[in-house]
T-cell receptor, first 112, second 110 residues
Framework: NAGVTQTPKFQVLKTGQSMTLQCAQDMNHEYMSWYRQDPGMGLRLIHYSVGAGITDQGEVPNGYNVSRSTTEDFPLRLLSAAPSQTSVYFC???????????FGPGTRLTVL | TQLLEQSPQFLSIQEGENLTVYCNSS?????LQWYRQEPGEGPVLLVT?????EVKKLKRLTFQFGDARKDSSLHITAAQPGDTGLYLCAGESPGNDMRFGAGTRLTVKP
């Protein structure tokens, strides 16, 4: 039981490049979410999904896309990276939106 | 403006001291969670409080939910270096998702 896995661990992009952050969970959780963590700002919700085929926007969705084709996977796509997207990104899963959230180890992204 | 305000932002103490950190809001929450995050890792849930006035203890950690369910506190007795980390509170937003405070970064020196 691996829990929540994220890849890559670290990534450096140039402004304008696109990339996908991968997230997978093996706990059969319906609810998955993406957060970004910046100093002094805490965790801010980017997008979330309440089940396969269903996604919705969180607090800070601009510049990011998500899809949920399976229960297990919830990738986050950066369409055209900007320096303001430099952050640590965490994926989380839970049975429901207010249940215990299980977080992945994070992806540290730097956009130059 | 954050839904949850945590204070202090930073706290550095000596091993053996007691401390309290706070999580405050103007909103009422049906439940509130406390997480601890260590460097390079994701947050891990410590406790969930659901009833106004509720007190929960986890070894040397005592969590209290305010009577009006707008605030919470975390008290640590006889802090140890292993308690070092970022303590985050999270509450259910009007949109039925969890919103996090900015956290209190605790350092316990040996």
């Amino acid at each position: 039981n691996a829990g929540v896995t994220q890849t890559p661990k670290f990534q450096v992009l140039k402004t304008g490049q696109s990339m996908t952050l991968q997230c997978a969970q093996d706990m059969n959780h319906e609810y998955m979410s993406w957060y970004r963590q910046d100093p002094g700002m805490g965790l801010r919700l980017i997008h979330y999904s309440v089940g396969a085929g269903i996604t919705d926007q969180g607090e800070v969705p601009n510049g990011y896309n998500v899809s949920r084709s399976t229960t297990e996977d919830f990738p986050l796509r950066l369409l055209s990276a900007a320096p303001s997207q430099t952050s640590v990104y965490f994926c989380a899963s839970s049975r429901g939106p207010t249940d215990t959230q299980y977080f992945g180890p994070g992806t540290r992204l730097t956009v130059l | 403006t954050q839904l949850l305000e945590q204070s202090p932002q930073f706290l550095s103490i000596q091993e053996g001291e007691n401390l309290t950190v706070y999580c405050n809001s103007s909103s009422v929450f049906s439940s509130l969670q406390w997480y601890r995050q260590e460097p390079g890792e994701g947050p891990v849930l410590l406790v969930t409080v659901v009833t106004g006035g509720e007190v929960k203890k986890l070894k040397r950690l005592t969590f209290q939910f305010g009577d009006a369910r707008k605030d919470s506190s975390l008290h640590i007795t006889a802090a140890q270096p292993g308690d070092t980390g970022l303590y985050l509170c999270a509450g259910e937003s009007p949109g039925n998702d969890m919103r996090f405070g900015a956290g209190t970064r605790l350092t316990v020196k040996p």
